[in-house]
């Protein structure tokens, strides 16, 4: 009978997960995460589907974790990181050492950056090549990564990351030796896997290193592909057939993907043209970049606009993969051609938005939005067009539920609308948010928001969004941790001079931070600015009179929404009674006063006043502020 899911050991001291107890097979599957991932989540249930598999038995499985970080080296915080030759030391060691030392044959499977470390560990280690029945690599980036040459460029040198630059020492001298050493043909089985919808690592630098035979493309972006829910997905019957040295023949799917990738462009064509009713969206995206790649964009778009029946994800993935393209070599022919994918797939949404796919719909728009705002600005230096595509992406946002995708699309589209504030803050709910082995969703939103940054606010705005990317745990500065937002009727200015002017040594300190409608004017932008402001104030601060009471503006808009902040938590609603009103007949009543309002401020002799005054400074001084809550 095979094991229980429970039959999980972690080695005391070390970094290793067994996934059979007792490890007592001469033969052992050893599993290597990538950069930002760990022993256990990287890989999810796939140890335990090789486990329980009754053809897999006479197979241990072991999960072998190192150190990384989404930005080793930054201000020391990640010191201890090792660089990839490190790393690859330390797999050789381990390899040796109890309780792998006794296995005469490993079968490794190692998934993004830990593919470069079991490379580089391979070309410096005859007796682990003896060992080593197969290699199985999942998304690795063995001809590197522009994206990596360009963190190395915003946040400046540090290990791992250089390690993985296209243009590196490290790739350079991994591919000359691996070639020297293995030519096309190692002594071991190789597996090379790429995923379809592999928003990190381009195919190009996972596939093209090694000969056609032995590439394989698989359902799934860079982290979902080797997460597999079922035991018949493909990372596993991939494995399976590894552990089994039994080669499976290649489907029609996997004869397109593989043209796709290398050509010749006629098979993607053919295979396509043939057989379209049998063709997922993936694989006519497949095709159809295989026409981009032979310069044949006519044919690629009248390939898609064939099988637009099948979805709009088409144009949408290959708007995304062209636009990485126009990243990497800024050639206006991919942008004009990434743009026009973009709006082709938002327009089809649009057209029928009356009628959404249920919980899909939105998520497309902003996905598709947001991208079309991104190449706008970036590309045609079109802000008005950037904005209201942000606007657009910001309101479908705004409408899902608020993971990190959609928290990093608000904040995107905050950074268009020059509201750079609210941006960083839900920035920084994205890195809360982010799980252990998301550090490619946080690598893919700083490098949008960084190029961004550097367009809309220079040094100043892009180094504000260094910190929030940079942070283990964000320290929230001034103007997000303690500012308060103050509500006040404009016949009132004088309470509210008179206020701030009691406040000055606070704000001056940097203590507290008053925000007002000084600047802006109530009227249709009101909703965006008052929305804005909150989410940069953990609290509220209300002047309350006859006058503000009596305002219609306050009482219909301005009042129900801080309230609501309030009960969310969102906020902390404060108030003094500057002068006798009516407040028992609204929702203050159920909020404590500063102050007795029974004796309003302005009934108060002079020093009572001024004692009144700093009443209200020491309170919103003292208050709890945090990024977790309105204190």
Known sequence: MPPTSNDKTTHAGQRLVSYR????????????????????????????????DPELQDWDIYSLGYNTSLLPGLKGIWSADPELDALAQHFRTKVDLAPLDHYGHLAIAAHSMGGLVVQKA??????????TDSLTMFGVPSDGLFKASLFSRLFGGFGQVDNMAHDGLFVRDLRSRWTEKFGAKPPFL???????????????????????????????????????TAATDDAVVLLKQALLAKRAKETQADVLRKAAEFGPTKVAVKIAVAAPVDLSEKEIVDAALALERDGKPKEA????????????????????????????????????????????????????????????????????????????????????????????ALKHAQQTAQDFWSLATQAEARLHLLEFDPALSLYRKCMKMKKQDDAWKVASTAQQAMFLGQQLGGNRLTGRLKKVFEAVEPTPPAERGNRVFVSYSHADKADLDELLTMLKPLIRSGRLEMWTDRG???????????????????????????????????????????????????????????????????????????????????????IARGKALLEIANTLASLPFDENGAG
């Not at 097979?25 to 022993?39: C, D, R, S, T, W």
């Not at 093209?208 to 493309?217: E, G, L, T």
């Not at 008052?530 to 009482?555: G, H, N, Q």
């Not at 009960?567 to 009674?577: C, E, F, G, M, V």
Request: hydrophobic share 40%; aromatic share 8%.
């Open 301 to 392: 778009r009248s390939l898609l606009e064939k099988h637009q029946s099948v979805g709009t994800d088409v144009r949408g993935a290959l708007g995304g993969r062209i636009k990485r393209l126009w990243i990497q070599n800024q050639e206006p022919a991919d942008a004009e051609l990434a743009l026009s994918h973009y709006q082709g797939a938002l327009d089809s949404y649009a057209d029928r938005f009356d009628k959404p796919k249920a919980g899909r719909t939105s998520e497309q728009i902003y996905y598709l939005a947001i991208n079309v705002a991104f190449l706008e600005l970036m590309a045609f230096d079109d802000e008005q067009g950037a904005q209201k595509m942000a606007q657009l």
């Open 21 to 52: 107890e007792p490890a007592t097979a001469q033969k052992a599957v050893i599993l290597l995460h990538g950069f930002g991932g760990n022993e256990s989540a990287t890989w999810a249930k796939l140890p335990e589907f090789l486990r329980d």
């Open 520 to 606: 802006i004017q109530p009227g249709d932008q009101w909703d965006a600015q008052i929305k804005a402001a909150l989410e940069t104030c953990r609290a509220a601060f209300l002047i309350v009179t006859e006058k503000f009471l009596a305002s219609d503006y306050i009482y219909e808009k301005e009042l129900p929404y801080l309230v609501a902040a309030a009960d969310r938590n969102d906020i902390r609603l404060l108030w003094a009674p500057y002068r006798p009103s009516l407040y028992t007949a609204t929702e203050l009543k159920r909020f404590q006063a500063i102050g007795d309002p029974a004796k309003p401020i302005e009934g108060l002799p002079k």
């Open 190 to 228: 190789l597996t090379v896997v790429a995923g379809t919808k592999d928003e990190f690592v381009p195919r190009d630098s996972s596939l093209r290193p090694f000969p056609p035979s032995v590439c394989k493309v698989i359902n799934g972006d860079h982290l979902s592909m080797v997460k597999p």
């Open 122 to 131: 391979l070309v410096d280690s005859v007796s682990l090549v003896e060992r």
